[in-house]
């Protein structure tokens, strides 16, 4: 049995989620603040960490880093904001997803299940991929552009595997969020949107450029094909 660690402060969002997990066999461990969290995973070593930024006391960015300080534990953070900034900073300190408050319950069981089955497979079959100057190992789970190692979280490398399996091919963010994500909710497509715009950081200066296609979602570009300037700058 998996044991999933839910740290909030608000009870009835514990109280939720741990009706959802516990109906999918799942044992979960409840924290309402960031140091009893932290005294909970150093006992129990849970399988996954969901973990609400807005703690009182040590904040979940601090527990984030915390934990990731400790190990490899799956982390997905929940944010009551409705911008990405919160999201972006989560994933820096190295959370492998986040869900936006207010939730849908089965989207969020959904992100949970998707990570987990992430965590069980450590190798994966296939051969390398390359790109022009990227080269990725889908076995080793490793990415390198033009001979420097690309530090890329579990999820940004799932994202840039779908995207370079096909070079030049459309792949709209519905489909990159059941593909990657494991989930068909269309309303959780931002973030697709906030994973690409970390992999393209890392990519860059050296790597084949991510494509926004308006209206549809991302491609990767080929060698010897100029990209179409990008209709959103911050990305």
């Known amino acids: 049995m998996k044991t999933i660690l839910v740290v909030d402060d608000e009870r009835y969002i514990v109280d939720l989620i741990r009706l959802y997990l516990e109906r999918d066999g799942f044992a979960v461990l409840s924290a309402g603040n960031g140091d009893e969290a932290l005294a909970l995973q ?23 880093r915390e934990l990731r300080r400790r190990g490899d534990t799956p982390i997905l953070i929940l944010t009551a904001r409705d911008d990405d900034i ?13 869900v936006t408050k207010p939730f849908n319950p ?4 959904a992100r949970v299940k998707a990570i987990l089955r992430r965590t069980e497979v450590t190798t994966r079959g296939g051969r390398p991929i390359e790109v022009g100057t990227l080269r990725i190992d889908p076995r ?15 999820r940004e490398f799932d994202l840039l595997v779908a995207l370079a399996r096909d070079p030049g091919a459309v792949l709209t963010r519905d489909g990159l969020l059941e593909d990657v994500w494991g989930t068909d909710f269309p309303g959780e497509t931002r973030t697709v949107d ?3 715009s970390e992999v393209r950081k890392k990519l860059r ?9 308006r209206g ?5 570009v080929p060698p010897g094909r100029e990209p ?8």
């Open 42 to 64: 150093s006992r129990h070593e849970p399988d996954l960490v969901i973990l609400d930024l807005m703690l009182p006391g040590r904040d979940g960015f601090e527990v984030c």
């Open 216 to 220: 549809l979602g991302y491609r990767l």
């Open 205 to 213: 200066p050296d790597g084949p450029p991510i494509e926004t296609v």
């Open 194 to 196: 906030v994973h690409v």
């Open 140 to 154: 080793r789970r490793e990415a390198s552009v033009a001979g420097r190692r690309l530090d890329l979280r579990s």
């Open 228 to 235: 179409v300037p990008d209709p959103d700058p911050a990305g």
């Open 86 to 98: 919160d999201a972006i900073v989560g994933l820096e300190l190295g959370a492998d997803d986040y």
């Open 106 to 109: 089965r989207a969020l069981m």
